[in-house]
């Protein structure tokens, strides 16, 4: 079986390629990212159609995408044009090359927009309302693939993710910043924990039990289905510095930090994981403490390489 992965070279794209792996120790894994020895600018029509009529890849993954919401408000042209037109261009790349190829698409729990407690858990029929640029790529994207899949006939099965967590993630996101920031206090490099907005309620689910799902999806999704992919469980960010404090021995002093604060905040975003179980049989299988754990020695790690004295070693 071959696979052909856009962002292979991301947090996500790493992880994938080790279960499909695990899972085919002879599946042929064809990584595409915009750096290293597979670079390829996923806005050039032409050279992702070259690579997909080449490699006929019978599944490919689409993680190839600028994923931070909180940059999407600082460059919203970019996150808009990346996450929509390269998806774009592989779809168009599928339909002319490779029209047998299943596209898995993976979008976001975003696209959800702006919903209250009522409304929880939230599942595939809630109506979609998004309020970031990235919310609204995302659901572009989405709907691009329904076109191809209603217009051209291709198999496409699409996700919306809710937020990943596990070690190796930059500090963009939420869990990794505040565990970097714990691991810098423990290392004696900061005195206080900058923070943004910490009582929003956040889905968070470990990596590994992400691409878990999404091999399940390949393997069984339904065409032209959407799926959440999620825990089901929320917590809020003052319960994951409560967690982190308990794994650090560490309660540091909190500071508001306006940089951290986005024009417009979901109070509450917890999702079903309803549909995703009764299609593939998928549940998660690790606890979120543990991510956090993991996450949390991830960052220790990364201090101690940097500690002074450790030069040269």
């Known amino acids: 079986m071959k696979y052909l992965i856009t962002g292979a070279r991301g947090f996500v794209g790493g992880y994938l390629a080790a279960e499909i792996r695990r899972r085919d120790p002879s599946a042929k894994i064809i990584a595409v990212d915009r750096t290293g020895d597979s670079g390829l600018d996923l806005l050039d029509l032409e050279a992702v159609a ?10 490919l993954i689409h993680l190839a995408s600028l994923s931070s919401v909180g940059a999407s408000w600082q460059d919203p042209v970019a996150s808009f044009t990346n996450n929509t037109n390269i998806f774009l261009n592989v779809l168009e790349a599928v339909r002319r090359g490779s029209a047998k190829t299943r596209v898995l698409s993976v979008g976001s729990s975003e696209e959800y927009g702006i919903v209250t407690a009522a409304d ?3 599942n595939e029929e809630r109506r979609l309302a998004p309020v970031s640029p990235y919310a609204v790529a995302r659901v572009a994207q989405e709907h691009l693939g329904d076109v191809y899949v209603r217009g051209f006939g291709l198999d496409i099965v699409a996700t919306r993710s809710f937020n990943h967590v596990g070690p190796g993630q930059t500090d963009q996101f939420v869990i990794s910043a505040l565990a970097k920031q714990f691991a810098e206090l423990a290392a004696g490099k900061r005195d206080h924990l900058d923070v943004g907005t ?3 309620v956040r889905d968070f689910l470990d990596v590994r039990d ?31 510095i409560g967690l982190l404090s308990t794994i650090s021995g560490l309660s ?56 002074p004295g450790r030069e040269g070693s």
Not at 213 to 237: F, H, P, W
């Open 252 to 307: 540091p002093k909190r500071v508001t930090d306006p940089a951290r604060l986005r024009p417009v905040e979901n109070a509450f975003v917890i999702g079903s994981n309803a549909k995703l179980r009764a299609a593939v049989g998928w549940a998660p299988s690790i606890a979120l403490e543990t991510s956090l754990r993991d996450v949390y020695d991830y960052w220790r790690a990364r201090e101690a390489l940097t500690s």
């Open 50 to 59: 070259s690579v997909v009529a080449r490699e006929q890849p019978e599944h």
């Open 120 to 122: 929880l858990p939230l």
């Open 198 to 200: 910490t009582t929003v």
């Open 210 to 240: 992400v691409v878990n799902a999404y091999c399940e999806l390949l393997a069984r999704g339904t065409r032209g289905e959407v799926y959440n992919v999620c825990s089901g469980r929320g917590l809020s960010i003052d319960d994951v």
